[in-house]
């Protein structure tokens, strides 16, 4: 089992910056990929990122050049930074972690609010 706590997330202008973090707990060396989901007011939950085991990352295009993904495996975290933020940035972030064989696991998220 992989337990997960986002935090990070706030109040920002648009234009600013943010980091959020994904503390992962439990058998995290069987985590196969850590994903950064969002969900704005009215719209479906979407994938942002991904950092996989190996170090591969993917963004979503409407974050790409401006997100950053990245993890210290050190400290059992994965980030998110998060530049040049615009408020079609605003929702509630998930960290999501796939391990082992078909398992998966969400955080409680953390809520980014981008004011214009």
């Known amino acids: 089992q992989v337990q997960l706590v986002e935090s990070g997330g706030g109040l920002v202008q648009a234009g600013g910056s943010l980091r959020l973090s994904c503390a992962a707990s439990?058998?995290?060396?069987?985590?196969?990929?850590v994903d950064w989901y969002r969900q704005g007011p009215g719209n479906q939950r979407e994938l942002v990122a991904r950092?996989?085991?190996?170090?591969?990352?993917m963004y979503a295009d409407s974050v790409k050049g401006r997100f950053t993904i990245s993890r210290d495996n050190a400290k059992n975290t994965v980030y998110l930074q998060m530049n040049s933020l615009k408020p079609m940035d605003t929702g509630l972030y998930y960290c999501?972690?796939?391990w082992g064989i078909g398992r998966y696991g969400w955080g409680q998220g953390t809520p980014v609010t981008v004011s214009s």
């Open positions: 950092i996989t085991d190996g170090g591969g990352t």
């Open positions: 999501y972690a796939r």
């Open positions: 439990g058998s995290i060396f069987d985590i196969k990929s």
